[in-house]
């Protein structure tokens, strides 16, 4: 059970845009800390995809854009591509438990 | 080029111990804190232990907590974690990641490829 809270899975086309969620709570993303996303494609070790709940980091496609509100967060991809297909994880820092935390992760799938 | 390298993962038997190592480059690396993340096969990501700059604060997750011990020593630009008391849960790819700030703690801006710790009878 992850502290953060992730659909398992979500799909979509070529061209569409889709939304990952990632839901906290008060010792969380509600008590003002950041979020932060990654992107693991198969087989390689995560990339740093959005910080700071709507940064991205050089090299990152603003096809990929963030944001959060409340005790929840979300990323969106807009003109899904073929390469997008890779696992999302989000991330923050929980003040109960003194630990950063993670969603379960997201496998997103390129219909 | 940032560059991080995870040496020290293998089979190692119930209760028994092994320590990771992690070499960095590209980068000042007494001016950033570094984490522990690891990976079971399959599975989800799960932050592991984090240390700050110049090792004045330290926290591990609950699954290792009292077991795993985190350290680095910047004159060689390198993270440790010694891991003691292992058990069959612990199997996963252990990643050494940077994090973006030096002295709190905020999120992993570079990972390393990982290694693979297995614990098996």
């Keep these: 059970q992850s502290v953060?809270?992730?659909?398992?899975?979500?799909?979509?086309?070529?061209?569409?845009?889709?939304?990952i969620s990632c839901t906290g709570s008060s010792s969380n993303i509600g008590a003002g800390y950041d979020?932060?996303?990654?992107?693991?494609?198969?087989?390689t070790a995560p990339k740093l995809l959005i910080y700071d709940n709507i940064n991205r980091p050089s090299g990152v496609p603003d096809r990929f854009s963030g944001s959060k509100s409340g005790t929840s967060a979300s990323l969106a991809i807009s003109?899904?591509?073929?390469?997008?297909?890779?696992?999302?994880?989000?991330?923050?820092?929980?003040?109960?438990?003194?630990?950063?935390v993670f969603g379960g992760g997201t496998k997103l799938t390129v219909l | 080029?940032?560059?991080?390298?995870?040496?020290?993962?293998g089979l190692v038997q119930p209760g028994r111990s092994l320590r990771l190592s992690c070499a960095g480059?590209?980068?000042?690396?007494d001016e950033y804190g570094m984490h522990w993340v690891r990976q079971a096969p399959g599975k989800g990501l799960e932050w592991v232990s984090g240390i700050t700059?110049?090792?004045?604060?330290?926290a591990y997750a609950e699954s290792v907590k009292g077991r795993f011990t985190i350290s680095r020593d910047n004159a060689k630009n390198?993270?440790?974690l010694q891991m003691n008391s292992l058990r069959v849960e612990d199997t996963?790819?252990?990643?050494?990641?940077?994090?973006?700030?030096?002295?709190s703690w905020r999120n992993f801006d570079y990972w390393g490829q990982g290694t693979l710790v297995t614990v098996s009878s």
């Design chain 1, 4 to 19: 953060l809270t992730q659909p398992p899975s979500v799909s979509g086309a070529p061209g569409q845009r889709v939304t």
């Design chain 1, 35 to 43: 979020v932060h996303w990654y992107q693991q494609l198969p087989g």
């Design chain 1, 79 to 100: 003109g899904l591509q073929a390469e997008d297909e890779a696992d999302y994880y989000c991330q923050s820092y929980d003040s109960s438990l003194n630990a950063l």
């Design chain 2, 1 to 9: 080029e940032v560059k991080l390298v995870e040496s020290g993962g």
């Design chain 2, 25 to 29: 480059s590209g980068f000042t690396f």
């Design chain 2, 53 to 58: 700059w110049r090792s004045g604060s330290i």
């Design chain 2, 78 to 80: 390198s993270l440790y």
């Design chain 2, 92 to 103: 996963a790819f252990y990643y050494c990641a940077r994090d973006s700030y030096k002295s």
